[in-house]
């Protein structure tokens, strides 16, 4: 005659185990669940990222500005940290104003003194329209390679750093021309050229 062990039969054998196999499942389903939850209670759309909070307009990011090595023949980085300000056309002058002001390291200056930024427009294409004053023309020292400098540290020093820029048209004392010092084409805006920089 065979004696069986109260409480323990088959059937409540399975009834833990149905038991176990739901809880893990309200736990899985919970973990899966939880990260949109949290994404979605922030008051916003729907993505987590839109629910990230702007960075102030005092935020300043590693920028890098593109002057000329000792023997004019590339475009160098120099990395300074410059403040973004409220849109993309206030960081653009304030990357202007680091870049007419020279390099502080051993680098040398591609736009001549005395320029400054009259205004500067970006356009939906994404398109940076920077009017220069007339001192970018006339103090210019002349020579193929350095006015190649001279537009290209602008172009690429802008495009590089500024995701809404795309391309660079640049104006001399508010009016178009087909060239800074009569060797390099500016008629039309400019794209980068990474093969000057090193």
């Known amino acids: 005659m065979s004696t069986r062990v109260t409480?323990?039969?088959?059937?409540?054998?399975?009834?833990?185990?149905?038991?176990?196999?739901?809880?893990?499942?309200?736990?899985?389903?919970?973990?899966?669940?939880?990260?949109?939850?949290?994404?979605?209670?922030?008051?916003?759309?729907?993505?987590?990222?839109?629910?990230?909070?702007?960075?102030?307009?005092?935020?300043?990011?590693?920028?890098?500005?593109?002057?000329?090595?000792?023997?004019?023949r590339y475009l160098i980085s120099e990395a300074r940290n410059i403040r973004a300000g409220e849109n993309p056309r206030d960081f653009c002058r304030r990357i202007m104003a680091e870049l007419i002001s020279g390099p502080?390291?051993?680098?040398?200056?591609?736009?001549?003194?005395?320029?400054?930024?009259?205004?500067?427009?970006?356009t939906p294409d994404r398109t940076a329209y920077v009017d220069l004053t007339a001192e970018i023309a006339a103090n210019h020292p002349?020579?193929?390679?350095?006015?190649?400098?001279?537009?290209?540290?602008?172009?690429?020093?802008?495009?590089?750093?500024?995701?809404?820029?795309?391309q660079v048209k640049l104006l001399i004392d508010g009016q178009e021309a087909d060239t800074l010092a009569g060797h390099i084409d500016i008629r039309f805006p400019l794209k980068a050229d990474m093969l000057l920089v090193r």
């Open 142 to 166: 002349g020579g193929v390679r350095t006015e190649q400098m001279t537009v290209y540290s602008i172009v690429n020093t802008l495009i590089l750093n500024i995701s809404a820029v795309d």
């Open 104 to 122: 502080t390291s051993g680098l040398t200056r591609t736009i001549p003194e005395g320029t400054g930024v009259r205004a500067i427009y970006l």
């Open 7 to 72: 409480g323990y039969t088959p059937c409540s054998k399975r009834l833990r185990r149905s038991r176990l196999i739901l809880a893990l499942i309200v736990i899985w389903s919970f973990g899966f669940s939880a990260p949109a939850i949290s994404q979605t209670n922030g008051g916003g759309g729907p993505h987590g990222v839109e629910q990230l909070l702007p960075e102030p307009a005092d935020a300043e990011y590693p920028t890098y500005l593109y002057f000329v090595d000792k023997a004019n």
